[in-house]
């Protein structure tokens, strides 16, 4: 294993996220018309990071976006659980997570990382939509460009990496997906070592990608992953909505909140090991509710939109007109 | 072991929570003025339960009071955590939580509950208040009325579950208490056995105390431990509020989520083993709202509650007019 280079990968990994969350968060701005705030934190365990955060904005009522690069000792127990060999941890990335105000523009969820365990290196990340009324139009699109980069790096990785998503995104006890998926992976690069995590990856031969390679993919999902977004925004942000639109978007912002605190592993894990609660709880809508036992009148909208939800479709083949 | 004395403690024990859910309920909804609906239910792998559920009442925004009666097979990993043997288990109790719509009115949480794993049994539960504009006298009167009841039974009872209250209702990555605290215990009759669980029980000499001692301080608990809070229910209920208030109670609420459904056993355990996920989550505010990195005025009303709480104080001994 070639150290020097590892390090090296590591810095421009640094640069990169870095970059990424300039360039995403002035897209936002721009797109919101409102500017973020930005909190740099220190990590007591050792490195940091750089928070920001719009709240009350036109388009977004709340979007956050963090990067952070940090590095220390995993608790033994966890560290098991990860490639590689023992306790050193690096980790740098970007996560975001949008609320937008409207019913109709859906929320997106982001995510790219880059870790190293002692010698083992390795990317992950992914994204994912959740729409609270769901144009069959705006999955495609979003599927679409997704398939596209993933097809530019390697044609296995799409319909592996949206499994992987409709695996990982899912609410066994309401027996739901969190939304129409995406794509989302782990351990990419690191090799025949990557056999281990809650999530089980996908045999280790097919994760035989040298890091360039991985890095490369996960250069180009960084810096294509938001243009469908933007758009699906740009097609829905005017349409109107009202009281009975907002409720269920409010109910439906309560399954959100039941994945993050129950099962996303990131918001457990920074949780539970002393990372920036303020910076991993930005994830949760500003606004939730929830009802005993409602379900959404057969055949309304709302109902049809779930159902479709509930379906995991391949979005990407093109359902629409169905 | 005498199976037979067990059985007949077991049925004596579904008896009374399910006369002690129909009194509660009762005694609600006479208080708020609106009907309880109710959903009986069945647990595919055993026994069943009954959810009483009151939404959008005068008093409380909402209020569910639980009965469950289950049984079946534990996983082996599951089972390893609790005393007895074998996997067979039987699970009966109440459980209730009291939203109110009032930013004046605490929130209260109640839980009784016997358990038998193969052939140990024990009695565990608890009660704890959560205010929102913490008024001492009312803390005072809640810590007051337990160590009364605590103290019929056994004079160190109150001071070691009040302890392990605090504890348990804590949570760690905000650094803070849920409320005002209460009681809570575990494995109470389980004898020698009773060592494991994730929040260490006292040492099992403490808790050597025969089932028909520890059925009667259960019962003597259920009778008494809503009194208190109907009191500070008639105390606070005509007191006014307005948006600042109700957005401090929103927020707070928020905390009440983080702690169901990250570290709430019963509530963990109930969602990842098959549970009725409506009745495991009637728990939850009806409305809740998070907001980035949020912290009250120096010295405001919202503060100082918040203060309050966080000094884990020992109520009743008597801190008013401190």
Chains 1, 2 share one sequence.
């Not at 070592?193 to 993919?217: I, L, M, R």
């Not at 409720?247 to 909140?257: A, F, K, S, T």
């Not at 379900?295 to 159902?307: H, I, N």
Request: aromatic fraction near 12%.
């Amino acid at each position: 294993m070639d150290l020097s280079h590892e390090t090296e990968l590591e810095g421009r990994a640094v640069a990169f996220f870095r970059l990424l969350q300039d360039r995403i968060v002035g897209e936002l701005a721009s797109l919101d018309g409102q500017p973020f705030q930005e909190d740099a934190w220190d990590r007591p365990g050792g490195g940091g990071g750089r928070t920001r955060v719009l709240s009350d904005g036109r388009v977004f009522e709340r979007a956050g976006v963090n990067f952070s690069d940090v590095h220390g000792e995993l608790r033994p127990e966890f560290s098991r659980t990860l490639p590689g060999d023992g306790t050193h941890f690096r980790a740098t990335g970007i996560s975001l997570v949008l609320h937008p105000r409207s019913p109709r523009v859906p929320t997106v969820h982001a995510n790219l990382r880059f870790l190293r365990r002692g010698g083992a290196t390795w990317f992950g990340g992914g994204t994912d939509l959740t729409p609270y009324y769901l144009v069959d139009e705006d999955a495609v699109l979003f599927h679409r460009a997704l398939r596209e980069v993933c097809d530019r790096h390697d044609k296995s990785f799409y319909p592996r990496f949206k499994r992987w998503c409709d695996r990982y995104f899912y609410l066994p006890h309401r027996k739901e997906p969190r939304g129409v998926g995406g794509v989302f992976f782990d351990y990419l690069g690191a090799g025949a070592e990557a056999t281990a995590g809650e999530v089980a990856p996908p045999a280790a031969s097919e994760c035989e990608q040298d890091a360039e390679s991985v890095f490369a993919f996960v250069r180009d999902l960084g810096e294509h992953m938001m243009k469908p977004y933007q758009e699906i925004v740009a097609r829905r942000r005017g349409e109107p909505w009202g009281e009975g639109e907002r409720e269920w978007q409010l109910l439906r912002r309560g399954r959100y909140v039941e994945f993050n605190l129950v099962y996303d592993r990131g918001t457990l894990f920074g949780l539970r090991t002393d990372g920036r609660t303020e910076s991993i709880l930005m994830s949760l809508p500003p606004e939730v509710r929830w009802r005993y036992d409602f379900a959404p009148k057969p055949g309304s909208p709302e109902d049809l939109s779930l159902q479709a939800i509930l379906a995991q479709r391949n979005w990407a083949e093109g359902t629409v007109g169905r």
